[in-house]
């Protein structure tokens, strides 16, 4: 059952959903025309079809490890890898300056989206290089660019992320990692940091870690915290790996899922790095990497549902069972629900995770406060929802396969086990939907507001020629605007808070419905249509009960005492 | 982090949620009183705490195996079951002619359920004995059941079941394995039957086989399949395991979770086996055992569910995270939002399943009508709805573990992944949805309609002393009502069956929010209120949309061609 790049989804939700003409018709962007995002699009399905899909069971089976201090990959990691730096997709969205393609967010996040579809594990490796790059263009010297950016974008060279400490999850302000400048400019980093996602490999020439650590007069919390590239091995006069640096890789996290990655936890003692950013500014620059991480990380939902639902709906063509016109489960009512509801929340979520990119590509390449905030907004709502889909479409891919599901070798668990973590990483689902409630409508709900304005009057002018369809969106949308009012007006945060996530799946829905609208207006009657409506009449109405529940405060989930919950 | 039996709830819903004195009351349960209930509840608590939690790990971490064509099970397994079956548990609900303790079905099922809690994968094997000794009650010859109900009551020698082959899951008439006989009472059973749990294990004296196949006179599907008891060992004239039969073990499934549990691959050649149940009457006996099965199946999803909760509540109650009165992550709003979710969904979950026992016990004492139709209406429900709580609380128990979920060593995956299998195993939870809206609606809805009609009866009551929770209650069951009304007048099956497991969950969702408002007036102000109070305001309004979707009939879900699916 070989996955097939669904490029088709792309080009209409490109043309239908995002916009992606008046990004290409933007100075920055000006050579992502119709015919290279094509030719694009095709060269990545390729690679994924080809090369990427054919390492997610091998992943797998044979997990990534760690032999006398040295990390092994899986088998076929490292060509895997090779094909994927070769053909320039780590630096798709790289600054040409630099030996970046300087494509659009928009048309990286598809590739990306195939790439976690296609082998989820891996494409973690490239993920985590791509945000590194883009933090160390923000922020880092010209020195450190010229050196590390041709060689990561180029793919030699590989990046991580180093945030998390024992005692430092979600609280990153907790950490305990120190720096001292060396007085040559350097400086020395030394701590533990967990949960390092490719923290080592055997492919790339170097690996590249970004760390957080505190200097000796960094305050306490996250004001106090700097940003270091400390690379694996150290660049010689020539910029090529020299010598070893002190770090190593103590040991490699045994997980549900997602075996083919490595998370490492990472011993730094007095390892030599360099400042990335201002002294005590490393949160600043680590937030570019991110929100980027972030829509990755939504993307990888994305992926891994789209992989999900292909193996389902292969199975469900195939599999012999009752008396059906096609014989093939295909044919039950139910299995028609679970696939259709696959499919269109698969649908959603791109179309969420791409107008997202797009606002991104938008305020990059106009420097517009509106796409800005607009960005912001729809980064939490894009990374949860993603992942979330991610955890449903492959959830319902076991039930599909029925007994099968349950047996590793059906394939259809490990979607399962590998996209669990998504919903984790990058921030936890709970935090990002603290941040939209909380961070972005720090602007009183405008941000939020402008884009219900946009769903509404898009429904508006629907009403004309699909009233069925339009009505129900703008009406969804409306009681998401009383909501979203309801929240703005709360001071004391826990009564945002107790809601968040709710709320924000409730928007989530609404955006969906938006997207399957435009969606269905440039098909009227056909499959897209289709799917529209059954999103619309089946799944929208969800919202509702999400909202009730979204404005319920925080009385009644601090109604318990801690004690009360032991029973 | 130990499991501790949740005795003082089953305690609590017993005398506020499920009326058990009626039960009590009875000649046939007479000897369940009070003290006799707490009695049992506390022993088993004991041996679910002490003998089989420190179980789970070992039975996931060293799944059970075939070596050399014998079945290996985990260490300490064979420990466990001694333990189990010289507590009198298998045969706690079997009839006491034949060594079983006597005791109603509700008492069972808060049994099993403890037992589901601290070590699934054991516990499933009691769980097909005892849907084995009930079969063979109902169905079986006076020899037989001499001969082997003593035996098993005693758990000497286990029991499985044995209905899927390759080519019939779900559709169990399909399958091909075939009986003749012998002449001398006895029959020659040939066939493959896969996915059979407990295949085997090296701890019982013997294992007895149920076995569907078909005679050469059975016309094809359900009508012709017969039941066979087929042992591993056959019996000598003392009644003791003799020589081997002509069966085996082919293979054990390697799978996502469960592992202490071999699911076999089982050949049967011209094996030795008895009629049970009139011949091409096997459906017959075969649901005697499913149905016990679906009961002990949803009884899982609810354990786990416990078992997911208590674990992650004790990591959120002991991780330091942020600036939280407590220092712990359990003052975090949303992260009291996951635990009072997990907390009430168990809750209900496990209040629908003692209801659909307590249907079965009276059914039993007293052979009312009305009484085994609200039993057959309950366990489809209490099936999907237990085992998708299992699913939903132990995702939320990863979450709330942030990235320690993702890692096996923190115990919070294995309920994730053990689970999984509930919501697909005994019927699927598509199929037991199709049950509800199809052989559970034959009466035209009365049976659903007379429960309706006393949960509104009951918030009618409540309406004088809690009037803010009742009248929710009151709304969501006249809603449900009038959707059920439509699925009844559906002629076109597809449109219920399209609308059946969103039609359950509601159903489930009314149910759950009746059982919290007994709950609630039982201890007005008290911890168990405040539960109630969350669950009718933040978890009911779900009901809404799924009526929603209940009632979107066919045309949406089989609006795509099967072509088009394939984007």
Request: charged share 20%; glycine share 10%.
């Amino acid at each position: 059952m070989p996955y097939r790049a669904p490029i088709s989804d792309y080009e209409f939700l490109f043309r239908h959903a995002v916009n992606f003409d008046k990004i290409a018709a933007t100075e920055k962007f000006s050579e992502a025309s119709d015919d290279v995002v094509s030719a694009i699009l095709t060269e990545a399905g390729k690679l994924c079809e080809e090369v990427m899909a054919p390492l997610q069971r091998p992943g797998d089976l044979e997990p990534a490890r760690l032999e006398n201090g040295v990390l092994r990959t899986s088998t076929g990691y490292a060509d895997g890898w090779k094909a994927i730096a070769e053909g320039g997709w780590v630096g798709m969205s790289g600054d040409p300056e630099y030996g970046g393609m300087g494509l659009p967010m928009t048309l990286t996040t598809a590739v990306n989206e195939m790439m976690s579809a296609a082998c989820l594990s891996l494409q973690l490796a490239p993920l985590m290089t791509q945000g590194q790059i883009e933090a160390l263009e923000h922020h880092a010297s010209d020195e450190l660019k010229a050196l590390y950016l041709p060689k990561m974008m180029a793919g030699e060279w590989s990046g991580t992320m180093n945030l998390t400490e024992p005692q430092a999850g979600s609280d990153v302000g907790a950490l305990t990692s120190k720096a001292e400048a060396n007085g040559d400019g350097t400086f020395s980093v030394t701590g533990q940091k967990i949960f390092i996602s490719w923290g080592d490999n055997d492919f790339a020439e170097n690996v590249c870690h970004l760390v957080l650590a505190r200097l000796p007069d960094g305050v306490p919390g996250t004001k106090g915290i700097s940003l270091f590239l400390v690379p694996k091995l150290l660049p010689d006069e020539n910029g090529n790996p020299g010598v070893a640096n002190d770090l190593k890789v103590v040991s490699v996290e045994h997980k549900m899922g997602l075996h083919g990655s490595p998370t490492c936890v990472m011993q730094f003692d007095g390892a030599k790095g360099w400042l990335v950013g201002k002294e005590h500014g490393g949160m600043a620059a680590m937030f570019t990497m991110m929100n980027n991480a972030r829509l990755g990380v939504g993307g990888q939902g994305v992926g891994a549902a789209e992989g999900a639902y292909q193996h389902a709906l292969a199975y469900a063509l195939e599999r012999k069972q009752g008396k059906t016109p096609s014989g093939t489960i295909v044919d039950h009512a139910d299995v028609r629900r679970m696939l259709m509801s696959m499919r269109a929340d698969t649908l959603a979520a791109r179309a969420i995770m791409l107008a997202n990119a797009a606002a991104i590509d938008m305020a990059n390449a106009t420097g517009d406060a509106d796409w800005m905030s607009r960005a912001a907004l729809l980064t939490p709502i894009g990374k949860v929802f993603g992942t979330e889909t991610g955890m449903r479409v492959s959830e319902t891919g076991v039930q599909v396969h029925g007994g099968m599901g349950f047996i590793e070798e059906s394939g259809a668990a490990q979607y399962y086990r590998d996209v669990r973590v998504t919903a984790i990483y990058e921030g936890t689902n709970g935090i990002q939907a603290m941040d939209l409630v909380a961070r972005k409508m720090m602007d009183g709900g405008e941000a939020a507001s402008r884009l219900l304005d946009e769903i509404e009057d898009h429904a508006e002018q629907a009403r004309a020629t699909m009233p069925e369809l339009a009505g129900p969106v703008w009406e969804a949308t409306e009681s998401l605007r009383e909501t979203t009012e309801w929240m703005v007006a709360q001071s004391d945060m826990n009564n945002r808070f107790a809601g968040a996530l709710p709320y924000l799946h409730a928007f989530a829905r609404v955006l969906g419905a938006h997207y399957h609208l435009k969606s269905a207006l440039a098909e009227p009657g056909g499959p897209r249509f289709k799917l529209a409506r059954y999103y619309i009449n089946a799944l929208l109405p969800e919202y509702a009960g999400l909202l009730v529940q979204a404005q319920n405060g925080a009385d009644d989930v601090f109604g318990l005492s801690a004690e009360e919950f032991v029973s």
